[in-house]
T-cell receptor, first 112, second 114 residues
């Protein structure tokens, strides 16, 4: 079935390094993608989104890259900080119905 | 600005008891509303969504139901809880104007069925 999956369940980086979290999706008809950050015991927090007519979008310290050819989405975090430690989810928006499908998440751990 | 409220934050209920979780949104009109469930260490599973008052779409057959009695109120219910209903329940909203907008989540209800 259609799904969004994460390449790695955990990622450990040193404070100050750049982090890259990857996501593969299988629905080529999806037109909108979102990255969320979820801290323990809280709801997911919106980080950045990208529409399918773009291949790159930048925010504050974050960049999302979309490669539609290989159905791959990535989140890059520059100068990773301890406060970035959390679980990160990618989500894709199906064209029909507008439902968001979430991946299983990657846990990012930042070492001081 | 828009805010979303969920309560209670935590809940412990015995098997067979009823459930009612409430979610309200402020600062927006005609939102799309969603209930998700998250098992420990897992992603989010969509349970129900609503595009308007009284309009409920169910994603998976289950022991739960949802209702939307008012524009900005979304309620998740069960008549008799099962052990498998334990989990982290999240309410979310998005603008009703098209689908290319992010969901905004509440802080969830941690439900433990004993």
């Amino acid at each position: 079935g259609e799904s969004v999956g994460l390449h790695l369940p955990t990622l450990s980086v040193q404070e100050g390094d750049n982090s890259i979290i990857n996501c593969a999706y299988s629905n080529s008809a999806s037109d909108y993608f979102i990255w969320y950050k979820q801290e323990s015991g809280k709801g997911p927090q919106f980080i950045i989104d990208i529409r399918s007519n773009m291949d790159k979008r930048q925010g504050q310290r974050v960049t999302v890259l979309l490669n539609k050819t290989v159905k791959h989405l990535s989140l890059q975090i520059a100068a990773t900080q301890p406060g970035d430690s959390a679980v990160y989810f990618c989500a894709e928006n199906k064209v029909r119905g507008g439902k968001l499908i979430f991946g299983q998440g990657t846990e990012l751990s930042v070492k001081p | 600005s828009q805010t979303i409220h969920q309560w209670p934050a935590t809940l412990v209920q015995p098997v067979g008891s009823p459930l009612s979780l409430e979610c309200t949104v402020e600062g927006t009109s005609n939102p799309n509303l969603y209930w998700y469930r998250q098992a420990a260490g897992r992603g989010l599973q969509l349970l129900f969504y609503s595009v308007g008052i009284g309009q409920i779409s169910s994603e998976v057959p289950q022991n739960l139901s949802a209702s939307r009695p008012q524009d900005r109120q979304f309620i998740l219910s069960s008549k008799k809880l099962l052990l498998s209903d334990s989990g982290f329940y999240l309410c979310a909203w998005r603008t009703g104007q098209g689908n290319n907008s992010p969901l905004h989540f509440g802080n969830g209800t941690r439900l433990t069925v004993t």
